[in-house]
């Protein structure tokens, strides 16, 4: 599978974005997001099932960021409300081949490229 992220950008706090993730294909795979700040391990954001009927989300993350999926349009997104100074990062898009999502890297066998979200004023 391959994958294309885009979206990312400079907000100020509180501000909002929304990620894009297009991908060769959808079905059947579980499409995750993860972020790496400067000197940190690339960690996991959220994940949503092939089907996507589940979500989840990273503490740190939740209720401010959603994510879902078109399949027909293989396309998945992360909006991101409330944006803090710490969630500035390079944004990974990830497949997974399984209806299930995992919090670990080592689990998903296709990245996206990244996008870069800078949270500054």
């Known amino acids: 599978v391959q994958l294309q992220a885009s979206g990312g950008g400079t907000v100020q706090p509180g501000g909002s974005l929304r990620l894009s993730c297009a991908a060769s294909?959808?079905?059947?795979?579980?499409m995750a997001w993860f972020r790496q700040a400067p000197g940190q391990e690339r960690e996991f954001v959220a994940g949503?099932?092939?089907?996507?009927?589940?979500?989840n989300y990273a503490d740190s993350v939740k209720g401010r960021f959603t994510q879902s999926r078109d399949n027909p349009r293989a396309t998945v997104y992360l909006q991101m409300n409330g944006l803090k100074p710490e969630d500035t990062a390079i944004y990974y898009c990830?497949?997974?081949?399984?209806?299930?999502?995992?919090?670990?890297?080592?689990?998903?066998?296709?990245w996206g490229q990244g996008t870069l979200v800078t949270v500054s004023s």
């Open positions: 294909m959808t079905n059947n795979y579980c």
């Open positions: 949503i099932t092939s089907t996507g009927a589940t979500q």
């Open positions: 990830a497949a997974r081949p399984s209806f299930w999502c995992s919090l670990l890297r080592s689990e998903y066998t296709s």
